[in-house]
């Protein structure tokens, strides 16, 4: 479940990137730093060069793309639509035999209008399959979905594409998603800065701009050196810790959310205390744990 991808593109913006896919792999970055305009030209709707497949048209390579309105035939039934790039007489009970490998045989003759996001990109991936795909393209899978689904949808993407050994490369902002791969692609503007297994990233971004990416809500710089910290990860201290003061304080579903000067700004998340312990002005004492603080190269 391995693909080492090398592309160059001059047009519509040009990039430059080289990175491998491991198993589920989250292509991570902001939105216009090129990430869809990667999957297109890997899909060959747009034109690149590199490796794999940049000599093939669109229909030769083995590759399923699911943008992020999944675009099934809305006149043809999911039945019809995973058949539709099968060929034979028998396209119709193959691919009736892959919705129900799938778990999905209870929407062959439903219509695109009668699904919903999550299902819609169930029987797109279905039709990925039937296609024999050897790379699956997802552009923002959970853009159109609510937490619940998403995470739903993605389970059990990730178990299919893992049961069949496809490799998958995943488009997105969403640190949600990102939080679920195996490998992780950090895409900048100047192209790709970061690479590696999902949890050495999280644990250790190299760059602030890799930390940005990754959801840490502090950088900073102190004595010249640039650090990054996660908002839970700050303790309150007594005495011993770094003095600040507290500019803004809300509740939240989890907690407390506070925004303190140290003298940087810096964001807090408690997830217990009392909000009037906090008024603004207040000053407080922060601890930065060794482990959870990182410092950026």
């Known amino acids: 479940m391995r693909l080492d991808v090398d592309y160059t593109l001059r047009q519509p913006v040009p990039l430059q990137a080289?990175?491998?896919?491991?198993?589920?792999?989250?292509?991570?970055g902001r939105s216009g730093t090129g990430k869809t305009t990667l999957l297109k030209a890997l899909a060959g709707l747009l034109p690149a060069q590199g490796t794999p497949w940049a000599d093939l048209p669109p229909d030769a390579r083995p590759i399923g793309y699911l943008p992020q309105n999944a675009l099934l035939f809305p006149h043809l039934t999911m039945l019809e639509n995973v058949a539709y790039p099968?060929?034979?007489?028998?396209?119709?009970?193959?691919?009736?035999?892959?919705?129900?490998?799938?778990?999905?045989?209870?929407?062959?003759?439903?219509?695109?209008g009668e699904l919903s996001g999550g299902q819609g990109q169930r029987v797109a991936l279905a039709r990925a399959l039937a296609r024999g795909a050897r790379l699956l393209l997802l552009d923002e899978p959970s853009a159109a979905l609510d937490a619940m689904t998403r995470d739903a949808m993605l389970d059990w993407l990730i178990a299919t594409a893992a049961a069949r050994a496809l490799p998958v490369l995943a488009a997105t902002h969403d640190t949600a998603v990102a939080a679920r791969a195996d490998w992780i692609v950090l895409l900048a503007a100047e192209g790709v800065i970061q690479q590696g297994p999902a949890r050495a990233l999280f644990e250790a971004p190299a760059t602030a701009e890799a930390a940005i990416l990754l959801g840490y809500e502090n950088i900073f710089t102190q004595d010249g050196v640039s650090y990054a910290i996660r908002a839970a990860d700050i303790e309150l201290a007594t005495a011993d810790g770094q003095p600040a003061t507290i500019l803004r304080a809300r509740e939240t579903g989890t907690g407390l959310h506070l925004e303190c000067a140290a003298p940087q700004p810096l964001v807090v998340h408690r997830q217990s205390g009392d909000l009037a312990d906090f008024a603004p002005g207040t000053g407080v004492f922060l601890r930065f744990p060794a482990g959870r603080l990182k410092r950026l190269g």
């Open 86 to 112: 099968l060929r034979g007489a028998d396209r119709l009970a193959r691919a009736r035999a892959l919705l129900a490998e799938l778990g999905l045989e209870h929407l062959a003759h439903r219509r695109a």
């Open 18 to 28: 080289r990175f491998t896919v491991h198993g589920f792999t989250a292509l991570l």
